[in-house]
């Protein structure tokens, strides 16, 4: 093996998932993709919530350098407490990335977390063109309302900061008629898309990392399908949004969550060549 990095490890964490399989799942993919690409010495993979977890992961790297890259939306509780804590990095609580130190003899390099990664833009614009496709009848994107849909919590302001920046970034691009963002707890509430959308087509695209339940069930919900419908489909392992639904006046696209998304391994080697890069005096 040859490269910058061959002499190299790199890390995924995910949040991971008691009850959720697919939890994991984009980490998994990544880390795959990844492998098969030859670029390091080692690629790992970690978790808050399954096995192997945060705390022990370092111990299974061999290879002097090391990058732990986040696959988190924001900044936050997780990127600056909980993962330096589980892998004894100093400076918790510390919001710049990346951040590079000496630990057990290996130069660690901790990453930002992807989901604050400018490339995000394209992979939330490409999650929106592959759910419209591009058929005959498909719309025109400055025919479309698109929102970008998260959580949202009173107890990290950075979550809804990574998907209002996001918002902004596309409006700039002039491509679709109007943008706006959308939380399942804060608001503009899930349910509002109607009342916000400027036009007639309406592109719905989940901002996390996995899909779970809050993409699978709560989100198509609160935008107007039936709850039963919902639980039955995903039950069978069906897709629970049928493309496109016409609710309330409106045609309704909606997407996969975008941690699944292919570019997003691109998005990971990204972060390790902008940490690498920081080394170099």
Known sequence: MTGEFSDAALVLLGHGSTVNADSAAPTHQHADELRRRGAFAQVLTGFWKEHPAFSGVLRGVHAPR???????????????????????????????????????????????????????TDVILARAREVVGSGPDAPSPADCSLFIAGHGTGNNENSRRAIEDQVRFIRTRGIYHDVHPLFMEEDPRIAEAYTLAETGHVI??????????????????????????VQERFRRGEPTWINPTDLRGKRVWYSRSIGMAPMMADVVMDRVRESAAATVV
């Open 204 to 229: 719905v695209v989940p901002f996390f990392i996995s899909d779970g339940l809050h993409s699978y069930e709560d989100i198509p919900v609160m935008l107007g399908a039936p709850a039963e419908a």
């Open 66 to 120: 090391v990058f732990v890259v986040p696959l988190f939306i924001s900044d936050g509780y997780f990127t600056e407490e909980v993962i330096p804590r589980e892998l004894g990095l100093a400076g918790r609580g510390q919001t710049e990335f990346p951040r590079i130190q000496q630990r057990a003899g290996r130069q660690v390099h901790y990453c930002g977390p992807v989901g604050t990664h400018a490339r995000m």
